[in-house]
Nanobody
Framework: QVRFVESGGGLVQPGGSLRLSCVAS????????MGWYRQAPGKQRELVAT???????NYADSAVGRFTISRAGAKNTVYLQMNSLKPEDTAVYYC??????????WGQGTQVTVSS
C-alpha cells in the first residue's frame, strides 16, 4: 500500500507563499489522479487541487489563480505551490489519490497557518 509524507507547511503572513511536497513510499503512477486536500478546524476535509498522470490539473474555486499542483513521477512526488495566501487557507494539508475516502490511508499532513 502506498504511504504519503507531506511537508513544507508553516506560518506565513497573508499574501505570502509556501510550497508543499508529498512523497509517496510507492509508485504514484498507480494513481491516475493525485490530489491535495485540506482540513480546517471544525470543517470537513475538502479537495483543493488534482492532477492526472498526464498533467491535466483542476482546482477548487478557492484555489484558482493562486495554487499550482504538479507532480514528478520519477520522484514519486506531488507538489502544491501556494501563492497569495489568505487566513482562510489555514488548515492541515494532505495529499492522496482523487476521491480518497476516510477508509483510505492518510498521512500526517502538514500544517499551514496564514496569520499576521
Amino acid at each position: 500500500q502506498v504511504r504519503f509524507v507531506e511537508s513544507g507547511g508553516g506560518l506565513v503572513q497573508p499574501g505570502g507563499s509556501l510550497r508543499l511536497s508529498c512523497v509517496a513510499s510507492g509508485s504514484i503512477f498507480s494513481f491516475y489522479i493525485m490530489g491535495w486536500y485540506r482540513q480546517a478546524p471544525g470543517k470537513q476535509r475538502e479537495l483543493v487541487a488534482t492532477i492526472t498522470s498526464g498533467g491535466t490539473t483542476n482546482y477548487a474555486d478557492s484555489a484558482v489563480g493562486r495554487f499550482t499542483i504538479s507532480r514528478a513521477g520519477a520522484k514519486n512526488t506531488v507538489y502544491l505551490q501556494m501563492n497569495s495566501l489568505k487566513p482562510e487557507d489555514t488548515a492541515v494539508y494532505y495529499c492522496n489519490k482523487d476521491h480518497a475516502s476516510v477508509n483510505d490511508y492518510w498521512g500526517q499532513g502538514t500544517q499551514v497557518t496564514v496569520s499576521s
